[in-house]
């Protein structure tokens, strides 16, 4: 059975930091790329925050995280992890984490919230 479920979520003060942690299970974890997404409420859909690849661990990051959130993953432990830092209201969201085959499987975690406010 897959599983991916996330963690570290919270309430935090802007400029505060928070780690989550998604823990895998059920499938090859180290032949997936793993990313993570957020959704705002009421917002149209997810956005993707950042991604790193199977193997050699290239990561990507949308603009608005760079210099401020980390990806990283223990391809021994099934985990992947989003380090996140300076965290402002507007990254504000339903934290999700993906795995993705990149041949046609995905699979989605269930959500962290990250709420950020003074």
């Known amino acids: 059975q897959v599983q991916l479920l996330e963690s570290g979520g919270g309430l935090v003060q802007p400029g505060e930091s928070l780690r989550l942690s998604c823990a895998a299970s059920g499938f090859a974890f180290r032949d997936f790329a793993m990313s993570w997404s957020r959704q705002t409420p009421g917002g149209k859909g997810r956005e993707l925050v950042a991604r790193i690849s199977a193997y050699a661990g290239v990561t990507w990051y949308v603009d608005s995280v760079k210099e401020r959130f980390t990806i990283s993953r223990d391809d021994a432990k099934n985990m992947v992890y989003l380090q996140m830092n300076s965290l402002r209201p507007n990254d504000t969201a339903v934290y999700f984490c993906?795995?993705?085959?990149?041949?046609?499987?995905?699979?989605w975690g269930q959500g962290t919230q990250v709420i950020v406010s003074s």
């Open positions: 993906n795995a993705n085959s990149g041949s046609g499987l995905t699979y």
